[in-house]
């Protein structure tokens, strides 16, 4: 996959974390957004590199979606564990 698909895929990925942990980011829409594409990035690189799994090349495979999702979810718990709700 290109950086275009990856970054459609963080998009997706970050707005289905935000579906898996409700609740107000202290980035808001953006901010998740932006932890969405990160964590496609981080959790395909976790998944070749420690998993030995590598990423495929098709988008509609499914490791690589459950591994965008996952990172998009550890990146949006971390952060709001470290920046708490800052919106209030």
Do not use: C, Q
Not at 3 to 29: E, H, M, T, Y
Not at 60 to 72: H, M, Q
């Amino acid at each position: 996959m290109g950086v275009i698909s990856w970054i459609i895929l963080g998009l997706l990925a970050g707005a289905i974390a935000k579906i898996l942990l409700p609740g107000r980011d202290p980035g808001g829409l953006i901010g998740t957004t932006l932890i969405g594409i990160a964590g496609a990035f981080v959790g395909g690189w976790l998944s070749a590199r420690f998993l030995d799994r590598p990423v495929e090349k098709h988008f509609f495979d499914l490791p690589t979606w459950g591994a965008a999702i996952g990172g998009s979810l550890v990146l949006l718990v971390l952060y709001r564990l470290l920046f708490g709700n800052s919106r209030d």
